[in-house]
């Protein structure tokens, strides 16, 4: 992060040129994290006891899957993860997604 902003289109270039996953920068007391999504996996199961974590939807497909419900968002959509929601994201055709979540949490 240069200049006080992030560029997303830029960082997922960098990830993708790497091939490398996932990055993450702190700002503000909130965790930004850039993940691309392999197609066709399966998500860890987590939660976040005491915070929200937000998801938005750079490009692909995601899939956002808790015990109860799952919901598929596209690229432009997002969705608020609760505090404590146990959850996974996955992805049929591959993905990259950018996670804000809270530090104090």
């Given at each position: 992060?240069?200049?006080?902003?992030?560029?997303?289109?830029?960082?997922?270039?960098?990830?993708?040129?790497?091939?490398?996953?996932?990055?993450?920068?702190?700002?503000?007391?909130?965790?930004?994290?850039?993940?691309r999504v392999v197609g066709g996996g399966?998500?860890?199961?987590?939660?976040?006891?005491?915070?929200?974590?937000?998801?938005?939807?750079?490009?692909?497909?995601?899939?956002?899957?808790?015990?109860?419900s799952t919901l598929?968002?596209?690229?432009?959509?997002?969705?608020?993860?609760?505090?404590?929601?146990?959850?996974?994201?996955?992805?049929?055709?591959?993905?990259?997604?950018?996670?804000?979540?809270?530090?104090?949490?």
């Amino acid at each position: 992060m240069s200049g006080g902003g992030l560029d997303f289109a830029a960082e997922f270039q960098r990830l993708r040129d790497a091939g490398q996953s996932e990055s993450t920068t702190c700002a503000g007391g909130v965790a930004i994290r850039l993940v691309r999504v392999v197609g066709g996996g399966e998500g860890r199961w987590d939660s976040h006891p005491s915070t929200t974590e937000t998801a938005i939807v750079w490009s692909g497909d995601f899939r956002v899957e808790f015990r109860d419900s799952t919901l598929n968002l596209d690229p432009g959509q997002c969705c608020v993860v609760p505090a404590g929601a146990e959850h996974r994201g996955t992805s049929k055709c591959g993905a990259e997604v950018i996670l804000f979540t809270n530090l104090a949490g």
